[in-house]
């Protein structure tokens, strides 16, 4: 059949309604509705049934949709002969995807039920798009499961009921993904859901026949089997083996291979999750598509750094690499990796290690959001994989490298066109050791700084045994007068610059010499090195600032509060005074009266009043209400103890409550350092960054890590304190921190955890929490009538609260009884009374003048009246805000109790 007619703009108007009335002869002879049939007009796109003369009208009065060539949805058979290739796919289903897929899943009472039915096919239709472009089956190998589905999205869920049978299940699945309900649970609700409904109903009986639904609008996953001994992978090449060609361990586990019959059991399996179809759902769906090229389209460009976009190393690989950016649609990543045990106890010692990519494409409001994490590998336990990290790591880096050489076809939703998708890495972002078996470079020992590298300063304590990294004067002036000093430092004068950090090109060349080294602090070659960009990126490994802000704090407070062990400041410290010949006041002293030896009180040692005095502000300490830390729970006041403090605790006593509570507790040159040091977290941890801060913050924390060692032992400088000196460094290289932390990280390994139902089995778990929560992330973009993750109200939500109903229009909900005076205030089942004083009663009613329109009216009238008694003289701003202020209140509280 000619379908010229369809997107040739020349064609005459006899030829072009010659085409529609072929269309509808064969459109009806293939129909099996009474009468109906889906209209293919620009408004309507295949979501609505009309009759012939309907749809006859709505093409001629708005046009046949574009691209709709091959009329699937109208009873035109695929052939199963031939290969379809990606672009071929595109075009069966290229129309106005945004129109095609606006309110789907979204059931209106008033609409008729055709509507619900459609708006499940549209899905369907991008979630097939999307799997034809990535794989590249054969059109008749995925065609069954695609017709399949749309089979369940036409089906009604019981005769009369406006949902259909997919959009039910969609639905259900998701109150369950959303609110943690059990597969137990969810079977026992389809149960009693299909006795309750009538007998024709098609709901499925067990969450076994529901996921087996679900899971067409789902990606899935491979398993790789690994050598117990993590030497290879049973992949490629290897597929088929049955013995490890390494170490000679057998594939399978003991036992499981000798019985005739038994399906054998792996030792260890690696789940992947391929990547290419998880990012071109990012651009197939019409809901993320437009915001893949925000940091082109969007981005504001002033020169100050909101996301890393804006950074040095983006725009250096850009440089680099023109052919790359040229498109805006190829994607940047950031890789995260980090071990979490999967019980929730620590009396099982257990590490499931995921790898976690970030797209950086996306806007600042939507990059570090878990619905946007996406999950590309789950390295199984019970023991991290350390340095044999890389053997896991294979699938990823090849994938990889075809999305950067070659690239993937992809579909754009928002510009309605098919582009060849590339990927690239930026950086990686993980705690300190985890930073280790990713790079490559021992973070323990004489070498331990990456970013020194062979430069790196360091002396071995003799009785505390372990380094000390107290060499930042390097990075001050060359003429400063602190370099010449000696007893207030380490005992050495200090004339060496700042270390340069190494790049790519240097690590690889150290790699090739390490072999010569007898203590060489490099372990492996990174596999990122075989990535042909790798070697070339600015900033490969970023530092933690999450983990080095805590181990800071960590030393700061268990120092000044003399915490066993946690203090920086004990024997050993002092004999390695001793042995350096520093700072004799501080040397262990022996008693005359008792020849007893003792510790000579230093300056940023608390007395036992102090230390009350300190924790007192912190248990008194209150947060707001959406603060996730608790400082107070942490704090024993009588024992003079702080414990317990969590990474975010320390975050907000670094920045907001430490200076705070120091002051008076401390001599004022301690206080001050301490307090430059934690102003200098806030300012690096801003959303908003400069170089030219940044510039000053760097010359400004050498002088405070050098000012804290005159005051603090070699002890307290462990690698986590001496690491601050190169974050502002990073910052200005990488862009914002909070793009490169471990604090969205951490909280989407707390999410995987919550997938673990069968403890036999965490990673399975795992693995399949995530794919539901994936499809149902997926679903929940189009959920307009009930509530979803995108559309989840606020804790403490007053969207209910009524406009002008009281006095006072509060944020949150007021708690307690109210009464005229004052208020009252529930304490261990005691109820005390509060009495306000004439000042607070007086600025609560300044406070109902000035912020509240039921008081305008009165407000106008008593104006008024001053304005007649003083013979209609204009006033002055001044007299009427002394009207508003002293006059009015009076009067308005006699008029209310009257």
């Known amino acids: 059949m000619d379908k010229s007619w369809i997107s040739n703009n020349s064609v005459t108007q006899e030829e072009y309604i010659r085409g529609i009335l072929n269309f509808l002869d064969f459109a009806f002879a293939n129909s099996s509705e009474n009468g109906k049939i889906l209209c293919p007009c620009t408004k309507c796109v295949n979501c609505k049934k009309h009759s012939r003369m309907d749809v006859y009208e709505h093409i001629i009065s708005r046009g046949f949709l574009k691209g709709y060539i091959r009329w699937i949805f109208h009873g035109e058979k695929v052939s199963t002969s031939n290969r379809a290739s990606a672009c071929e796919v595109q075009h069966e289903f290229d129309h106005d995807m945004d129109a095609l897929i ?5 059931v209106d009472v008033n609409n008729d039920d055709n509507d619900a039915d459609i708006n499940m096919e549209d899905v369907d239709r991008e979630t097939f798009i999307n799997e034809h472009n990535v794989q590249q089956y054969e059109v008749g190998d995925n065609s069954d499961k695609f017709f399949k589905l749309l089979k369940e999205a036409e089906q009604n869920l019981y005769p009369g009921c406006k949902f259909t049978k997919l959009s039910f299940i969609v639905h259900l699945y998701h109150l369950k ?17 299909c006795d309750a409904f009538p007998k024709e109903n098609t709901l499925p009986k067990s969450f076994y026949e529901t996921k087996k639904i679900i899971s067409g609008l789902g990606l899935s996953y491979e398993k790789i089997h690994v050598c117990p001994n993590e030497c290879i992978l049973y992949w490629k090449d290897l597929a088929h083996a049955n013995v490890c060609p390494t170490c000679g361990i057998s594939r399978w586990k003991v036992n499981s291979d000798d019985v005739e019959g038994r399906k054998k059991i792996p030792a260890k399996v690696l789940r992947w999750f391929p990547l ?43 440089h680099r690499y023109p052919d790359f950016s040229s498109d805006p649609r190829n994607v940047r990543l950031g890789l995260a990796s980090d071990g979490f045990n ?36 789950l390295i199984p336990g019970p023991k991290g994989p350390g340095n044999n990290i890389d053997v896991y790591m294979q699938p990823l880096v090849e994938e990889l490298k075809e999305l950067w050489e070659i690239g993937v076809k992809t579909f754009d939703a928002c510009k309605k066109e098919s582009f060849q998708m590339r990927a690239a890495i930026m950086w990686t972002i993980n705690d300190f050791p985890a930073y280790a078996n990713l790079s490559g470079w021992s973070t323990k020992g004489r070498y331990a700084c990456p970013c020194c590298g062979f430069d790196t300063a360091s002396k071995w304590l003799r009785y505390s045994k372990k380094f000390s990294y107290m060499c930042h004067r390097r990075w001050l002036e060359p003429d400063h007068k602190w370099r010449n000093n000696r007893g207030h430092f380490d005992g050495d004068q200090e004339f060496r610059a700042p270390p340069k950090v190494p790049n790519g090109s240097t690590a690889l060349r150290q790699l090739k010499n390490r072999e010569n080294k007898v203590l060489s602090p490099w372990k492996k070659k990174s596999i990122f090195f075989s990535l042909p960009y790798w070697e070339y990126n600015v900033l490969r490994h970023n530092l933690d600032v999450m983990h080095i802000e805590k181990n800071v704090c960590d030393n700061i407070v268990g120092t000044l509060l003399n915490l066993e062990r946690k203090s920086k400041d004990n024997d050993k410290a002092r004999y390695d005074l001793i042995h350096m010949n520093i700072r004799s006041q501080l040397h262990p002293r022996m008693h005359q009266s008792n020849g007893r030896k003792y510790l000579p009180r230093a300056c940023y040692q608390m007395t036992s009043n102090e230390k009350e005095s300190f924790l007192e502000v912190l248990k008194n300490m209150k947060s707001s209400d959406e603060c996730v830390s608790s400082i107070p729970r942490c704090v024993q006041v009588k024992q003079r103890k702080i414990f317990g403090l969590k990474s975010y605790d320390c975050h907000l006593l670094m920045q907001e409550f430490l200076p705070i509570a120091m002051k008076g507790c401390l001599p004022n040159k301690v206080s001050k350092v301490i307090s430059d040091l934690c102003r200098f977290f806030k300012e690096l941890c801003g959303k908003v960054l400069s170089e030219h801060n940044l510039e000053h913050l760097e010359k400004r924390i050498a002088k405070t890590l050098c000012q804290l060692e005159k005051i603090f032992p070699p002890s307290f400088f462990t690698i986590m304190v001496h690491l601050v000196i190169h974050l502002a460094y990073e910052a200005k290289i990488g862009g914002p921190v909070h793009y490169r932390w471990m604090y969205p990280i951490e909280r989407f390994l707390f999410t995987l955890k919550s997938f673990v139902r069968n403890r036999a089995r965490p990673e399975g ?3 399949e929490g995530y794919l539901a929560n994936e499809c149902l992330i997926f679903c929940s973009r189009y959920l307009s009538t009930v ?38 205030v529930k304490k261990r089942k005691r109820v005390s009374r509060v009495s306000l004083d004439k000042k607070t009663l007086l600025q609560a009613h300044r406070y109902v003048l000035f912020n509240n329109t039921n008081v305008d009216p009165f407000q106008r009238e008593h104006i008024d009246f001053i304005k007649r008694r003083n013979q209609n003289r204009r006033l002055s701003p001044y007299e009427i805000d002394k009207i508003h202020s002293r006059t009015f209140p009076d009067w308005f509280c006699e008029r209310e109790l009257r």
Request: charged letters at 20%; one cysteine or more; proline letters at 7%.
């Open 765 to 767: 778990s795992i693995a």
């Open 102 to 106: 606006h309110d789907a899943f979204s």
């Open 787 to 824: 509530e979803t993750r995108f559309t989840r109200p606020c804790r403490n939500d007053d969207s209910s609260f009524v406009e002008n109903a009281n006095v006072f229009n509060p944020r949150g909900r007021p708690l307690g009884r109210k009464n005229h005076v004052g208020f009252t």
């Open 342 to 377: 999967p019980f929730k106890t620590m009396t099982i010692s257990h590490s499931t290690w995921p790898v976690v990519l970030i797209p950086y494409n996306l806007p600042p409001w939507m990059c570090m959001k878990q619905p946007n994490f996406i999950l590309s590998l």
């Open 177 to 193: 993904c959303l609110n943690g309900w059990t597969d137990k649970s969810f079977s026992m609700l389809l149960e009693l859901l």
């Open 276 to 318: 290419k179809s998880r990012l071109q759902r990012l651009f197939m769906s019409s809901k993320t598509a437009s915001s893949m090229t925000w940091h082109e389209d969007s981005r504001t460009r002033d020169g100050l750094m909101r996301h890393p976009a804006d950074s040095f190393a983006w725009k250096d690989f850009d």
